[in-house]
């Protein structure tokens, strides 16, 4: 998909999908401390109408294994926190960052191959905390509170512990606060380099597939991937299962698993999964293929 769709893609996701029916709190509701979406043990409610008074930051196209997984990430934060940013380049104590993720419909129109957005999958909903308010609360930590809600249930938070169901996505952000501010033009920052910020290129530390441990990958693997991926044949968590590398030395997406595309793949990221170029070494790259290519 050209660079030009993709922005007429973006376009096409404001305003589209139903309306949220979740609570907002009501206007003479005294505001708490750090955000009205909080209560007192930090349990996040998912913010509603901020499609018509928030502002929408921007939008990024994730392309999926086929075109059914493809998914629009709009995201939106409340004007007072978006002026604080502008300001001081930092989010302030208490701003709520809404990203709905959307799967898309598409067709050959006019403009060439589009795509659009449709009903919600799911919600995230992150607060601002620069305090530590809630050390014992499992969905807070690294300067953040975490809450996923589904399409299935949109009123209920289902994340149980940000450093598994959350971190992992959004680790490779950590010198921009953990947010990838350089899909929000509106924050003024300069325009990435083509392929995107350092931490997510592709490391140009030589990899040696030769000196990989499946054993020492194995380690690798469970502190990285399980979030998203199992080895079971035919057992989908966020991502595939990646068990048919070991069986048939084959991708997800019928690739053949060389190193070399194994490699690209966890450099590159893609379909969801975050760049771990710069989260990796060489080595851990290394160990992490020779455990996926490993016999079972």
Known sequence: MTRKLLGAAALLALGLGPQILSQDPAPNQPRESLSPYIDDSGAIRRPADYRKSWVHLGTYFVRGETADGDRLHAVYAERSAVDAYQGSGEWPDGAVLVKEVLHTAGAELTTGDARWAVEPDVWFVVVKDREGRFPDNPLWGDGWGWALFRADAPERQVATDYRQ??????????????VYVQGYPLLGLRRPQRGGTPAMTASAEPVDFASGSAERGAVVFAGVCTLCHSLASGVRKRGPSLGRIAV???????????PENLLRRINRGGGGMPPLAGRLSAQ?????????QAPR
């Not at 048939?248 to 060389?258: C, I, N, Q, V, Y």
């Not at 851990?284 to 996926?292: F, H, N, P, R, W």
């Open 165 to 178: 169901d959350c971190l992992g996505c959004h680790e490779p952000a950590r010198e921009t606060d953990l």
């Open 248 to 258: 048939d030395g084959k991708l997800p997406s019928g690739k053949e698993a060389t």
């Open 284 to 292: 851990q790259k290394a160990d992490v293929i020779a455990y996926l």
